[in-house]
């Protein structure tokens, strides 16, 4: 993201709460927010219940789920504000595609309201480097930058790259994923994740096939913990 963007973002954050108020990106009516009204905030999908504390699937008894048990991935747990359904869907889907950058600390602090336990260090589930030049800007990075603004813990903005451009998951049956993301990622070798506990920053967990990768990338290089912070979880049955 340009250094112009940047300064944008940080300097409507501030002015949010004197301008007037402004239509809700869901339906339109005025929203002191600029982002949703009252009444489409109360509508966001938001991910209650009991759920496996690995995957955050729901799971009845609140315990690790049978897939969790036989197949573990290698992060440790999740953190998700919301499942992946309409309206949170469109309104992910304008921070990416739209650029409705504003949304950022929204998303950002949702997750935060789900966050019992602060890792040592955060990184962003990286973009390759040709699609980072399409997009322009990499959603993961910024949510994960206002989280480590609002905990104050380190952002490793380089620690982690994706070295295969691989499809988009979303354009892949859910099977071909895990074979998909397969070595996408590596750590830079001077990466220091010995021992820590590191919380991997992502717009959505669909199978879990690229955090996973990523955290094994970060396991390998030594972390000792391994936490998935999403703002929306897919749920199969959406699928
Ligand atoms: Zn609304
Ligand atoms: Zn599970």
């Not at 759920?51 to 969790?68: N, R």
């Not at 309409?86 to 739209?98: E, G, H, M, T």
């Amino acid at each position: 993201m340009s250094i112009l963007s940047h300064r944008l973002l940080n300097i409507s954050a501030k002015f949010v709460h004197i301008l007037p108020a402004q239509p809700c990106l869901l339906c339109g009516a005025p929203s002191q927010s600029g982002l949703c009204c009252a009444a489409c905030d109360a509508e966001l999908p938001r991910l209650t219940g009991k759920h496996c504390p690995i995957c955050a699937l729901p799971a009845p008894t609140g315990d690790v789920c049978g897939e969790c048990l036989k197949q573990p991935p290698a992060f440790d747990h999740t953190v998700a504000a919301f499942s992946y359904n309409f309206p949170l869907n469109k309104l992910i889907q304008s921070l990416k595609f739209r650029e409705r950058l504003i949304l950022v600390n929204y998303l950002a602090d949702a997750v935060l309201k789900r966050v019992t336990a602060t890792p040592d260090c955060l990184v962003a589930l990286p973009l390759h480097p040709v699609r980072l030049r399409e997009r322009g800007f990499n959603q993961s990075m910024l949510l994960a930058r206002r989280i480590s603004r609002r905990l104050g813990i380190p952002l490793l903005v380089h620690a982690c790259e994706r070295v295969r451009n691989t499809p988009p998951q979303s354009s892949l049956p859910w099977k071909e994923r895990d074979k998909n993301m397969r070595q996408a990622f590596t750590c830079k070798p001077d990466t220091d994740v010995r021992g820590k506990h590191v919380a991997i920053v992502d717009d959505v967990m669909t199978t879990g096939a690229s955090i996973g990768e990523l955290a094994h990338a970060l396991k390998l290089a030594g972390a000792g913990e391994v936490s998935a912070w999403v703002v929306a979880r897919t749920l199969p049955h959406d699928h």
